[in-house]
């Protein structure tokens, strides 16, 4: 049987932390194992909010492949890619944008919450707006069955299926209708402030390339439990950062319970725990700093891995374009 086929993807707007390792690309890796993996590096989609700021996204498109290839995706089994450089989505973009409709796009619950984070009121760009079609074109493009993608992004899905629906109820079978797949229960990583989801704009992340003093420094940071005065008291291993880093990153659950068991009991100190903790996220990190360093000296390499991934897809996405152009008949020569 054939392979189904994932497309999935991140916005290029820094380096990417362990929140992403948690959320998405952990299970990326297993993924592709069983599956015809695309995963797209989304510069246009992030330049829908940095329009003034082109080349830190552009600079930024190595730095998320670095990250890719150190955790582990493997450019053997995966497409790595690059979106601007696949036309054939914007050429499906440009039709996707008749079949919607300026009510339809206000409506994106998650549109609306990023809309009002940005702060962008009457400066809101039309591309900003409109980004979910270029999603959805950038689903349908690759014929994907299945998309691994966090909460937030379910209303993109179902956008997607609309102009699916559409398309199809017009032209007949054309596209594929894509389903969405959300990560496990705990994929979703909190930050060093322990306040909310981990994330670069509010600065509570430790990076997946974080070098070992400020690994340490952060770590130090971490949100614990404020009641936790003194090391004899009692204290919360819920809502506290450490105990939810060492239940994602510690390999030793039995260690873990058992700190868990001390602490709430008292006696047992912050440092103590962060010290442990800070062992245990060395020791996962370390490898992919090691790998991530190889590809920093040798950049033509993972170049060269994108241009290969940017070629296929543009095939594979060329051939979408040419069966929805046809059925439109927008084949003139
Ligand atoms: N919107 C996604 C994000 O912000 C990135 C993305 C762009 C994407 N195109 C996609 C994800 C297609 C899945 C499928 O993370």
Known sequence: MEKQIILTGDRPSGRLHLGHFMGSLKSRVEL???????????????????????????DNVVEVAMDYLSVGIDPLKTTIFIQSQVPELCQLTVLFLNLVTLARLERNPTVKQEIIAKNFERSLPAGFLTY???QA???????????????????????????????????????VRPKALI??????????????????????????????????KKVMAMYTDPGHLKVSDPGKVEGNVVFEFLDSFCQDGKMVQDLKDHYQRGGLGDVKIKNLLFDCLEAFIAPIREK????????SQVWS?????????????ARTYKRVSQVMGLQYF
């Not at 695309?38 to 996204?57: F, G, P, R």
């Not at 940017?310 to 996405?317: H, P, S, W």
């Open 183 to 216: 990560p496990k229960v705990g994929a979703r990583l909190v930050g060093i402030d322990g306040k909310n989801k981990m994330s670069k704009s509010l600065g509570n992340a430790v990076y997946l390339s974080e070098p070992t003093d400020e690994l340490r």
């Open 292 to 299: 991530r360093k190889l590809y920093e000296q040798d950049k």
């Open 32 to 58: 592709q194992n069983d599956y015809n993996q695309y995963v797209m590096i989304a510069d246009l989609q992030a330049l829908t909010d940095n329009s003034e700021n082109s080349q830190k996204v552009v």
């Open 137 to 175: 074109a950038d689903i349908v493009a690759f014929d994907a069955n299945v998309v691994p993608v966090g909460e937030d992004q379910l209303p993109m899905i179902e956008q997607t299926c609309e102009i699916v629906d559409k398309i199809n109820s017009l032209y007949g079978n054309v596209l």
């Open 132 to 134: 979910p079609v270029s």
């Open 305 to 317: 891995i994108l241009k290969t991934g940017t070629q296929a897809a543009q095939a594979r996405a």
